[in-house]
């Protein structure tokens, strides 16, 4: 799991009116592993696509889509 801590402001007019300190929290997991979870959630015809082509994946995509029916 990654930790990252980040600041945020929403500024109106120019003038910061809200403030807010918060840590995100990130799993990564690579494909196989996504794929054994959407099963074990009940999807099925789970296919992986290229982020942004929407063609299959290959070994070279850095990100992917996991794309199923429920």
């Known amino acids: 799991m990654q930790v990252q801590e980040i600041r945020a402001r929403l500024r109106r007019d120019g003038r910061v009116v809200r403030e807010e300190e918060r840590a995100l929290a990130e799993c990564l997991y690579v494909a196989e592993e996504v794929l054994l979870m ?5 999807f099925r015809d789970v296919s992986v696509e290229a982020c942004w082509s929407g063609g299959p994946a290959t070994d070279d995509d850095v990100n992917v889509v996991s794309v199923g029916r429920a």
Do not use: I, W, Y
């Open 38 to 42: 959407l099963a074990g959630a009940g």
